[in-house]
């Protein structure tokens, strides 16, 4: 059939297959203009591999260190009427070039939070690689059930002790309107940081950890995001900050319990970018959107990959992770330079309706956005049919 895209809120609800195979292949080829990575993983578990962050990981350690790869998603695919999502076409695309390139890569598709997930992957490492050197933790869910008691938790973007409100995009129309959100009630903060905190991080580790496959001196990295004071109130004081608090209470124990096998727990903070989950959360797209149009413009805006290849190749193998002062990475230096955060927040105080195009990267946010599920790359030909129900090679 023929796929275009068809954009409902903040998701798309088709994705592209050749496009997104496309969009692989891009990603690829940034990590191996750059050479391969000294010293860098060989053996690696990414839970969360099939979108954003947690695809791009994979790609990095795959095709930057020649890493045998283990990725974990929740992705749904293609029928003879329906496409797949993204992850799924961006896994069959990944898969192929890693067989190709001679590389181990395998995959299973099911809920991550859950046990029976957990030991189908434990026993597949102890069969194929024996024990892993690198765990990447990139999972994004608005939801998730308990493995031990069956409850499901739903989180929630919401501001904490009072309403909230600013500016925001409306990525569908273009215009900058003005956004108020009530704050969390209730269990809203203990519902979302069962969703998006570190215990799911943890109870992996602790899983991979008994089975004795990991590795001695693993390091194992979740992604997390601070940002600017306008994002605060939604994000690192809201509902979702309190979550990512929490992940960094579950890295400081993690780094404990690997004490024992010289390993190291890291979070990373990355650089704001155009992701499915970033395109949830108010006020967030618009902060892109003015980001994108400093940093270009500075000449040192990255994607997706280059923010991962660049945490791997130059933070966490090559002996210099340079932590702050919470022991954390950050990849989003580039970002929080205060002559781009000096910038940004002048034009956040300017910008409107009639003058977004001048003062933000509107178009650039809309063309990753696209990109994000295999539309508007180039070489691609969108007027022919697709091939929709491909399978993920590990999977058929």
Known sequence: MIVSPKIRGFICTTAHPEGCAKHVEEQIAVVKKRGLISNGPKKVLVIGSSTGYGLSSRIAAAFGANAATIGVFFERPGSEDKTATAGWYNTVAFERQAHDAGLYARSFNGDAFSDEVKQEVIAAVKEDLGQVDLVIYSLASPRRTDPKTGEVYKSVLKPIGQVYTNKTLNTGTGSVDEVTIEPAEGDDIEQTVKVMGGEDWEMWMDALLAAGVLSEEVQTVSYSYIGPEVTWPIYKNGTIGKAK???????????????????????????????????????????????????KAAGNHEDTIEQMDRLLRERLYNGNPQPDEAGRIRVDDWEMSPEIQELVGKRWTE?????????????????SFLRLFGFGLEGVDYTKDSDIAVCVPSLA
């Open 245 to 295: 608090e929490d992940l960094e209470k579950v890295q400081r124990s993690l780094d404990a319990k690997l004490a024992k096998i010289s390993g190291k727990a890291w979070v990373s903070v990355n650089k704001a970018l155009v992701t499915q989950a970033s395109s949830a959360i108010p006020v967030v797209p618009l902060y892109i959107s003015l980001l994108y149009k400093a940093m």
């Open 351 to 367: 910008v409107n309706t009639e003058n977004l195009n001048q003062l933000a990267d509107f178009e650039g946010y809309q063309s």
